[in-house]
Every structure is written in structure tokens, then in C-alpha cells.
Nanobody, 121 residues
Framework: QVQLVESGGGLVQAGGSLRLSCAAS????????MAWYRQAPGKQRELVAA???????NTADSVKGRFTISRDNAKKTVYLEMNSLKPEDTAVYYC???????????????WGQGTQVTVSS
């Protein structure tokens, strides 16, 4: 089994910064795509940013220029650096990873439990 554990959420004032981390553990042979999603109350979960194992990134227009995704493959960890935070960034942030448990097995998608980010005005 695979576990994704997020950390780094909290309460911050508008204009502030937070850094989220998500560490993967368990039966892991390889990790392909890692991503951050968020879900605000009453809204659908949306992609914030994603990064491949080679470092290619994709960032939502709503956070481009403010949020940066990165990863440490040796630590099996993905990060989300969030700057210039706005009240509309308030949401539960979820980590997602496509993981292969063996050299011949398929990739399966796993989710973390989520971490709350609240931005006050």
C-alpha cells in the first residue's frame, strides 16, 4: 500500500506565504506524475499544479506566478510553494501521485488526506 502525507497548511494573512509538503511512503517502485489539487467549500476539486518525474510542470492560470511546484525524487516528496496568497486560495489542498508498486505493475493513483489552507483578508 502507498501513503501520501501532507503537511504545511495553516492560517495566513493575505499576501503571505506557505509551503506545503507531501511525502510518499510504502510499496513504491516508481512515482510518475505528482500533483496538488484543491477543493473550496461548495466547489469541485481543481488541479493547482502538477510535475512529472522529469520535472516538467503544469500550473493553473489562477495561481501562475504565485505558486511553484517542485519535487525531490530521492525523498519521494512533492512541494508547493505558495506566495502572495489571496482569500480565494482558501481550500483543502490534496496531494496526488501516480505510483507503480513493481517494475511490471501498472501505475495507480493515490491521494493524501488533505491539508487546510485558510487565507484571511
Amino acid at each position: 500500500q502507498v501513503q501520501l502525507v501532507e503537511s504545511g497548511g495553516g492560517l495566513v494573512q493575505a499576501g503571505g506565504s506557505l509551503r506545503l509538503s507531501c511525502a510518499a511512503s510504502g510499496s513504491i517502485f516508481a512515482i510518475n506524475r505528482m500533483a496538488w489539487y484543491r477543493q473550496a467549500p461548495g466547489k469541485q476539486r481543481e488541479l493547482v499544479a502538477a510535475i512529472t518525474s522529469y520535472g516538467t510542470t503544469n500550473t493553473a492560470d489562477s495561481v501562475k506566478g504565485r505558486f511553484t511546484i517542485s519535487r525531490d525524487n530521492a525523498k519521494k516528496t512533492v512541494y508547493l510553494e505558495m506566495n502572495s496568497l489571496k482569500p480565494e486560495d482558501t481550500a483543502v489542498y490534496y496531494c496526488n501521485a501516480d505510483v507503480r508498486a513493481s517494475s511490471r505493475g501498472p501505475y495507480s493513483s493515490y491521494w493524501g488526506q488533505g491539508t487546510q489552507v485558510t487565507v484571511s483578508s
